[in-house]
């Protein structure tokens, strides 16, 4: 699958590189900036999860990141679809292997392949287009729900946890440079179903670089979180801690309209289907004045522990 020269690089590159927990927006600009090791091969660091594998969403952004560096300044991101391969070890940098499908009047397409050890952890196809001004739009409604100053952030809720679970508290709660403030405030320890749908607010903490390229990465690094979850809303009350196994098998994105990730976006989320332990979550995220600027699917695994 990979020619000799980047089974040879990524051996010379792996260099088992320490991790860190991520709490400050440098280290997210850190993180996804990438160092160019050969033409169209470059590779990225990883920071510390509270789970042990890499994010999903780091890899997400990442691979973008990687084509943004091999197309024309005036290509944006309008869609992405990846496969999850096999899981990320977060002591082992990851290398990015682009190549050029196509580059046309107006669209650019690249194939991005995450590699560790030799081996392909993630691919995906990727396009961008120049922007236009066409005039035929339309788009869905924002849910109606409370703006983000009247709701309690993520950190907040989880706040019980401390005493009541310590456990799940540290696997839930680890500073985050974006914050998160739920509509449906939703108990992790409370194992009643719910219909699967889910609304939260969130924007990156600090100011960002005006660049759309940079807020089109860090958004594509957000959109991993809670999607999955919704999919597990409907079953809860068959689950507990520990009971099952969660990963993310595929993400596709398409990115609409022009945004900012350091201002709300509030992100609509339901799952219309799970089942062969498998769950679908699908998410439109919308500005604060009510601009749909993008779409995600993804279907995750939700297999029960063996025993």
């Known amino acids: 699958m990979f020619n ?73 991101l309008h869609s992405m679809h990846g496969y999850f391969l096999r899981p990320g070890d977060i002591k082992v940098p990851i290398v990015y292997d682009v190549d050029v499908l196509r580059d046309g009047g107006s669209f650019s397409t690249r194939r991005v ?64 440079p974006i914050e998160f403030r739920p509509v449906e405030a939703i108990d992790p320890l409370e194992r009643t179903d719910h219909k699967p749908v889910r609304n939260i607010w969130f924007k990156v903490k600090e100011q960002l670089p005006d660049d759309l390229k940079l807020h ?20 809860r009350s068959k689950m507990s801690p520990g009971s099952h196994f969660f990963a993310s098998l595929d993400h596709a994105m398409w990115f609409h309209r022009d945004f900012k990730a ?21 998410g439109r995220i919308f500005t604060k004045e009510g601009v749909l600027v993008a779409s995600t699917i993804q279907e995750g695994l939700m297999a029960p522990m063996r025993s």
């Open 262 to 282: 350091d201002e709300w976006l509030l992100y609509s989320l339901d799952s219309p289907s799970s089942s062969n332990s498998r769950g679908l979550g699908r």
């Open 4 to 76: 000799k020269v980047v089974i040879k690089l990524i051996k010379s590159y792996i260099k088992g590189l320490p991790s860190a927990l991520m709490e400050k927006v440098s280290q997210l600009l850190e993180l996804l900036t990438l160092e160019k090791i050969e033409e169209r091969i470059f590779r990225g660091q990883n920071y510390e999860t509270p789970w042990g594998r890499v994010f999903g969403g780091q890899v997400l952004a990442q691979a973008i990141q990687s084509a943004i560096l091999t197309v024309a300044d005036d290509r944006y």
């Open 216 to 235: 089109q990465v860090i958004l594509a690094y957000i959109s991993d979180y809670n999607l999955m979850t919704t999919a597990t809303l409907p079953n």
């Open 113 to 176: 392949i995450a590699i560790q050890k030799g081996k392909p952890i993630f691919n995906m196809a990727v396009s961008f287009h120049s922007l236009d001004d066409n005039q035929l739009e339309h788009q869905m409604e924002m849910p109606d729900v409370p703006q983000p100053e009247n709701l309690k952030t993520s950190e907040q809720l989880l706040e019980h946890l401390k005493k009541e679970n310590p456990f799940m508290y540290k696997m839930l709660f680890n500073p985050k």
